[in-house]
């Protein structure tokens, strides 16, 4: 059964930086296209960040150059360090997984969730 289970939202100051993890189960990490989400109140959905079974990367332009997604494929999980945070980045981040080894826009499997709020 596939599992991805996010952890590391909270809240903090515009400037500061989170590292989300999610740890998956059921598939291995290293054959799929896995991915970071956000969706903040009152807006749709929008890929943060894409990672490629073969490791090529892909990121909203909006996070460019402040986030990186990651993954440690001998624990099985994904990660998203999020680096000088803003505002506009409060949202509900969602761990996804593809069950093939490219991405495009939909994906199979989604976890719970993790809060992110960034104010002062």
């Known amino acids: 059964q596939v599992q991805l289970v996010e952890s590391g939202g909270d809240s903090v100051q515009p400037g500061g930086s989170l590292r989300l993890s999610c740890v998956a189960s059921g598939f291995s990490t290293s054959t799929v296209c896995m991915g970071w989400f956000r969706q903040a109140p009152g807006k749709s959905r929008e890929a943060v960040a894409r990672?490629?079974?073969?490791?090529?990367?892909y990121y909203a332009p909006s996070v460019q150059f402040r986030f990186t997604i990651s993954r440690d494929d001998a624990k099985n999980t994904l990660y998203l360090q999020m680096n000088r945070l803003k505002p506009e980045d409060t949202a509900m981040y969602y761990c996804?997984?593809?069950?093939?080894?490219?991405?495009?826009?939909?994906?199979?499997?989604w976890g719970q969730g993790t809060q992110v709020t960034v104010s002062s």
């Open positions: 996804a997984a593809r069950n093939v080894s490219w991405c495009t826009e939909d994906m199979n499997y």
């Open positions: 990672m490629y079974a073969n490791g090529i990367l």
